[in-house]
């Protein structure tokens, strides 16, 4: 059964650096996209980015292209989301989520329980 | 982008009643749609891909309809655990943007 383990919360001041990690299981890591999302408190899904660990394909969304960076390592089966320097408005849960089949098309199935990170001085 | 419109925003229903989220594309989308359910504080869970496909293990009061540019999500009896925000996908291509959620509640 395929599995995404995310790295524990962390609590950072602005302007620090961060690299958030979502470790994958029980599937052929290679072939399969990993997205990324951010959930501010309250709020709703919004979709960051991607990765393909195959041949690292990375698309960003406008709102978030130059804010993060996405990357894998996939000798390790681990996907990466960094930041060079954090703000307050970085505060989120932020979730890595496999998508279902190979292939761009599809939905995300499953996800990682979640990376809380807090941003404060 | 395509952008993913869910209504209402939020929704007040009794135990028994049949509830309809309605999520609309702002191009056709064929029937790339999947249906999210999230809990308070847990992760989002898969309830209905393709606009239409239950996912396995999800009750069969959920189902999903819809093609091009509108799609619905229908609760035909709603349970006291169906308390949750409801979240439309689109997934045809990237970026895989979500709706702005339905908050759902117990009147």
Same mark, same amino acid.
């Given at each position: 059964?395929?599995?995404?383990?995310?790295?524990?919360?962390?609590?950072?001041?602005?302007?620090?650096?961060?690299?958030?990690?979502?470790?994958?299981?029980?599937?052929?890591?290679?072939?399969?996209? !990993?997205?990324?999302?951010?959930?501010?408190?309250?709020?709703?899904?919004?979709?960051?980015? !991607?990765?393909?660990?195959?041949?690292?394909?990375?698309?960003?969304?406008?709102?978030?292209?130059?804010?993060?960076? !996405?990357?894998?390592?996939?000798?390790?089966?681990?996907?990466?989301?960094?930041?060079?320097?954090?703000?307050?408005?970085?505060?989120?849960?932020?979730?890595?989520?496999?998508?279902?089949?190979?292939?761009?098309?599809?939905?995300?199935?499953?996800?990682?329980?979640?990376?809380?990170?807090?941003?404060?001085? | 982008?395509?952008?993913?419109?869910?209504?209402?925003?939020?929704?007040?229903?009794?135990?028994? *009643?049949?509830?309809?989220?309605?999520?609309?594309?702002?191009?056709?989308?064929?029937?790339?749609?999947?249906?999210?359910?999230?809990?308070?504080?847990?992760?989002?869970?898969?309830?209905?891909?393709?606009?239409?496909?239950?996912?396995?293990?999800?009750?069969?009061?959920?189902?999903?309809?819809?093609?091009?540019?509108?799609?619905?999500?229908?609760?035909?009896?709603?349970?006291?655990? *169906?308390?949750?925000?409801?979240?439309?996908?689109?997934?045809?291509?990237?970026?895989?943007?979500?709706?702005?959620?339905?908050?759902?509640?117990?009147?």
């Amino acid at each position: 059964e395929a599995q995404l383990v995310q790295s524990g919360a962390e609590v950072k001041e602005p302007g620090d650096s961060l690299k958030i990690s979502c470790k994958g299981s029980g599937y052929r890591f290679t072939s399969y996209w !990993i997205a990324w999302v951010r959930q501010r408190p309250g709020k709703g899904l919004e979709w960051m980015g !991607i990765i393909y660990p195959g041949d690292f394909d990375i698309r960003y969304s406008p709102s978030f292209q130059g804010q993060v960076t !996405i990357s894998a390592d996939y000798l390790i089966n681990t996907a990466y989301l960094q930041w060079s320097s954090l703000k307050a408005s970085d505060t989120a849960m932020y979730y890595c989520a496999r998508l279902a089949s190979e292939g761009l098309s599809n939905w995300f199935d499953p996800w990682g329980q979640g990376t809380l990170v807090t941003v404060s001085s | 982008d395509i952008q993913m419109t869910q209504s209402p925003s939020s929704l007040s229903a009794s135990v028994g *009643d049949r509830v309809t989220i309605t999520c609309r594309a702002s191009q056709d989308i064929s029937n790339y749609l999947a249906w999210y359910q999230q809990k308070p504080g847990k992760v989002p869970k898969l309830l209905i891909y393709a606009a239409s496909t239950l996912q396995s293990g999800v009750p069969s009061r959920f189902s999903g309809s819809g093609s091009g540019t509108d799609f619905t999500l229908t609760i035909s009896s709603l349970q006291p655990e *169906d308390v949750a925000t409801y979240y439309c996908q689109k997934y045809n291509t990237a970026p895989h943007t979500f709706g702005q959620g339905t908050k759902l509640e117990i009147k």
